[in-house]
T-cell receptor, first 115, second 115 residues
Framework: AQSVTQLDSQVPVFEEAPVELRCNYS??????LFWYVQYPNQGLQLLLK??????LVKGINGFEAEFNKSQTSFHLRKPSVHISDTAEYFC?????????????FGTGTKLQVIP | NAGVMQNPRHLVRRRGQEARLRCSPV?????VYWYRQLPEEGLKFMVY????????ESGMPKERFSAEFPKEGPSILRIQQVVRGDSAAYFC?????????????FGPGTRLTVT
């Protein structure tokens, strides 16, 4: 069984400052990893995903994440945040080899960008 | 350029009533996933359907919940005899293919409130 832990439920950060949203996962098999963003009253939008290859993954809106297998982490980073980045961010995992994406999500981190 | 559509966006039901949630996938997508988000929790997988087939319903409560994805028309998640604990946001996602590399596109969700 998989699980995803997002320790920070809320992260306030000043505009143009860097941000890191933490994500740790556990699984008995190899995994795919995802970050989704949810703006108010909207569905989830895929920010980036790690399937294989380079452990540093670049996504949309200037976000990137690094897969660290030994620490079972997939932290999300942005060097300079904008007001429009205010949203809720979900880390997610699905098992490889399952044949389809049965995704397990974390509880989310609300990013609040302060002007 | 319609994405995943869900209706209604908000649904209020009294205990004991039935709730019907509809999901129209992205045009051309024949794979649908349903997720439930309880307050202060991450999204939890409920069921994965292809046209006219339930592939994996391991996340569905054994009683009162059912899902279908007919050959024509939207996917339906039905909850019979709703209870207060069913109050949650229900998200639908669709994908072009079954394999894990295919991205899931999420709808805006239906927020069910049971009074």
């Amino acid at each position: 069984a998989q699980s995803v832990t997002q320790l920070d439920s809320q992260v306030p950060v000043f505009e143009e400052a860097p941000v890191e949203l933490r994500c740790n996962y556990s699984s008995s098999v190899s995994v795919y990893l995802f970050w989704y963003v949810q703006y108010p009253n909207q569905g989830l939008q895929l920010l980036l995903k790690y399937l294989s290859g380079s452990t540093l993954v670049k996504g949309i809106n200037g976000f990137e994440a690094e897969f660290n297998k030994s620490q079972t982490s997939f932290h999300l980073r942005k060097p300079s945040v904008h007001i429009s980045d205010t949203a809720e961010y979900f880390c997610a995992v699905s098992d490889r080899g399952g044949g389809y994406q049965k995704v397990t999500f974390g509880t989310g981190t609300k990013l609040q960008v302060i002007p | 350029n319609a994405g995943v559509m869900q209706n209604p966006r908000h649904l209020v039901r009294r205990r004991g009533q039935e709730a019907r949630l509809r999901c129209s996938p992205v045009k051309g997508h024949s794979h649908v996933y349903w997720y439930r988000q309880l307050p202060e929790e991450g999204l939890k997988f409920m069921v994965y359907l292809q046209k006219e087939n339930i592939i994996d319903e391991s996340g569905m409560p054994k009683e009162r919940f059912s899902a279908e994805f007919p050959k024509e028309g939207p996917s339906i998640l039905r909850i019979q005899q709703v209870v207060r604990g069913d109050s949650a946001a229900y998200f639908c996602a669709s994908s072009l293919g079954q394999e894990e590399v295919y991205e899931q596109y999420f709808g805006p969700g239906t927020r069910l409130t049971v009074t």
